[in-house]
């Protein structure tokens, strides 16, 4: 089932697609259609990539600003058998 949408782009934009329809002897819509899996792709590959690089930013915040340990206490000799 198809859904109507009505969206604003750029005069220019609406040239460049309305060319590449015409290349390819497609329809407006239908040069949407096939391109929306497309960019929902590269969009999806952007997000994991954006989200692996907030991971390592934080790794590098914690390497950089450690938090000292307690030190010589009762806790390390329980915890770690000192």
């Not at 991971?55 to 600003?65: F, G, P």
Request: without cysteine; charged residues 35%.
């Amino acid at each position: 089932m198809l859904v109507r949408k009505q969206i604003l782009i750029e005069e220019a934009q609406d040239r460049q697609l309305q060319q590449i329809a015409y290349d390819y002897s497609l329809s407006f819509s239908e040069l949407i259609r096939q391109g929306v899996p497309l960019i929902a792709k590269k969009m999806k590959n952007k997000k994991k990539k954006n989200e692996i690089e907030r991971q390592y930013e934080a790794m590098d915040r914690w390497i950089a600003n450690p938090v000292k340990g307690p030190g010589d206490s009762e806790y390390d000799k329980y915890a770690y058998d000192l």
